[in-house]
Every structure is written in structure tokens, then in C-alpha cells.
């Protein structure tokens, strides 16, 4: 099955055009550039280089940082949080403009020893600020600055762009597997099958609306619900919600919130929750989905289109959607 899998994969890749499967090809797996991805990226960095810094100080001469020292732990704070304000920014830049820019693995190479360079820079003026140059000039302080940064920073960005390959490939195993079994079969007077595009207008997936739940805008990704034999996996596209809902805006799917679209075949009912109004889908797995009111009235017509076609339809099995709970 799974080696059905990697020659359907194989054989989609070579349909496509050279140029964007050479792009495809080079490119940093998607997840490296969702906002909760860099942010943890972040965080675990700074997790790596407290233990690098335990173990490395105590068998350096030259290294002035140290949490066990109370005359130095101050300045290991300040220089800390001067580092990790680099990285936060680096990532925040990175993070606005990936939809401007293909990070390639040579781009995001690039970028990671921008990083370095900025930190260990700092480190070595911050130690010419405040410790002084006693174990050599400030030329040799640099550059073993810039071989401790690499150092510390090489091991955590490998682990995390290796495991945002593993998950980026799961996903696509997971998606090919759905696509095999698809049927152009359907119940409603939506189409049956919803075609998604990225950013650059390249077809990513195929899903039957009978198996589509729900939406969730993240950053410039869409996360996409879907059910496969029974299991509800998800896809992140990258793309812009605006642009999802317009293409989408003759099939079953409704925008029901700023970073929220639903498939209406799929709603079970809609409750209140205190002022809020709350979307209950027809999966256990799938937690209550707000509904803002400024796309209440949208969801509702969708809504209405859709009992109608089921009422009208000779074939139709599904029952009509309860509109709202009081």
C-alpha cells in the first residue's frame, strides 16, 4: 500500500511543470514557517544552548558566561535576552515575508547564519563592553564566538527542520492515501469534489465534500480537516483565507468566523454559549467552532441553500441542519 503510495507521489511530481518541481523540490518543508513553529524554534534553542552553556563553561578559559557564578549570571541574563530578542525578530521578519519570498533550503541556510553572525557580533562587543579582551584580541573573541553560536544552534535547527520534513511528508502520505479512494459521487447540488490551490495557483489536493469538515486559518496557512477511513487527519496549505473562501464560495463551504470556514453538510447543529453562538460538527474529535456575527447571516443563507437541496433532492439521505438552538 504505502509503496502504491510513494509511486503515486512520484508519478505527481513529474506531471508538473520542470520549474515548479524544481522549486517544490528545494524548498523548506511548510511547517518550518508557521508562526507556532518559529516561535518554538525559539524556545528550544534556548533550551539547547542553557545545557550546551552548563557543560561547555566550566572546561573553557575564555568564556565568561555562567549560571553558577552570582557575579555573572547577570550579565548571562542580559545577554540572553539580547539573543533571544534577535531571534524573535529574525523570525518575525521571516514569518511576514514568506508569502513575498520562496524560502528555499539555501534562502533559509542563509538566513540561519545571518542569525549567527548578528549574535556572535554581539556576544563579542558585549564582551569588549564589559569583560575586556584579556585572552586575545578581539578578532579571535569573534570568531570563536561565531564557532560556539554555529555550535549551538547547528543541533537544534537540524533536529527541527528534520522533523518538519517528517511531519510534511506524513501529511502528504496521508492526503495521497485519501485521494486513491476518492468518488466523484454526490448527495447535494455542491460539487462532490473541492479542488485547493496554494499561493501559486498550483493544485494541491482534491477532497470530496462528504469528507470535508472544517477550515482554520493560521498565519498564511490554512489547516484543513478532512476524514480518512473512519480517522480525522488535517493539511496545511499556504494560502490566504480571503482567497480559499472566494474560490470556494459555490461549494458547501462557509466562512463562519475571521479564521474559521465549515462545510455545512457537516453540521450537526449550532448552539448558544453565553452571547456566542457555537457550530457542533458531526465528529466527536472536532471541538465546538465559534461563529462571529458579522458572518452569522452568510451562514445561515449557506445553511438555508442547503436544507433546500436536501428537501428537493430525490437521493438525498442527510438530514436538514438544525439552524440554531435558543
Known amino acids: 500500500m504505502y509503496f502504491q503510495l510513494i509511486l503515486r507521489y512520484l508519478h505527481r511530481n513529474s506531471s508538473r511543470k520542470y520549474m515548479t518541481k524544481l522549486n517544490k523540490n528545494i524548498e523548506i518543508p511548510k511547517f518550518i514557517l508557521n508562526k507556532q513553529y518559529l516561535v518554538g524554534s525559539v524556545l528550544f534553542v534556548l533550551t539547547f544552548s542553557i545545557l550546551f552553556m552548563a557543560i561547555y563553561a566550566p572546561f573553557s578559559n575564555t568564556a565568561w558566561f555562567s549560571i553558577y557564578s552570582m557575579d555573572k549570571?547577570?550579565?548571562?541574563?542580559?545577554?540572553?535576552?539580547?539573543?533571544?530578542?534577535?531571534?524573535?525578530?529574525?523570525?518575525?521578519?521571516?514569518h511576514s515575508i514568506q508569502d513575498r519570498i520562496s524560502f528555499t533550503y539555501a534562502k533559509y541556510i542563509f538566513w540561519i547564519m545571518g542569525e549567527v553572525v548578528a549574535i556572535s557580533l554581539f556576544y563579542t562587543y558585549f564582551t569588549w563592553l564589559f569583560v575586556g579582551t584579556p585572552n586575545?584580541?578581539?578578532y579571535i573573541i569573534a570568531l570563536r564566538a561565531f564557532i560556539c553560536t554555529l555550535l549551538i544552534l547547528l543541533l537544534p535547527y537540524t533536529i527541527l527542520t528534520l522533523y518538519a520534513a517528517y511531519k510534511s511528508k506524513t501529511e502528504e502520505l496521508q492526503m495521497l492515501q485519501y485521494e486513491m479512494g476518492?468518488?466523484?459521487?454526490?448527495?447535494t447540488v455542491y460539487p462532490s469534489l473541492i479542488h485547493l490551490h496554494d499561493y501559486n495557483g498550483t493544485l494541491k489536493l482534491t477532497i470530496n465534500s462528504d469528507s470535508l469538515y472544517y477550515m482554520e486559518s493560521q498565519d498564511n496557512y490554512i489547516k484543513i480537516f478532512y476524514e480518512n477511513n473512519g480517522k480525522l487527519c488535517s493539511y496545511?496549505?499556504?494560502?490566504?483565507?480571503?482567497?480559499?473562501?472566494?474560490?470556494?464560495?459555490?461549494?458547501?463551504?462557509?466562512?463562519c468566523q475571521r479564521s474559521y470556514l465549515v462545510n455545512v453538510m457537516k453540521i450537526n447543529h449550532i448552539k448558544k454559549g453565553g452571547k456566542m453562538r457555537y457550530i457542533v460538527l458531526s465528529h466527536d474529535d472536532i471541538k465546538p467552532i465559534p461563529v462571529s456575527k458579522n458572518y452569522?447571516?452568510?451562514?445561515?443563507t449557506k445553511i438555508d441553500k442547503y436544507n433546500i437541496s436536501v428537501l428537493h433532492s430525490a437521493t438525498a439521505q442527510p438530514e436538514p441542519i438544525v439552524a440554531a438552538e435558543e
Open 73 to 94: 549570571l547577570g550579565m548571562t541574563v542580559a545577554f540572553y535576552l539580547v539573543a533571544l530578542s534577535i531571534m524573535f525578530i529574525s523570525k518575525l521578519i521571516m
Open 236 to 255: 496545511m496549505l499556504r494560502s490566504r483565507t480571503k482567497t480559499i473562501e472566494e474560490n470556494l464560495a459555490e461549494t458547501s463551504m462557509v466562512r
Open 182 to 187: 476518492l468518488t466523484n459521487e454526490s448527495n
Open 296 to 300: 452569522f447571516k452568510n451562514l445561515i
Open 136 to 138: 586575545g584580541p578581539i
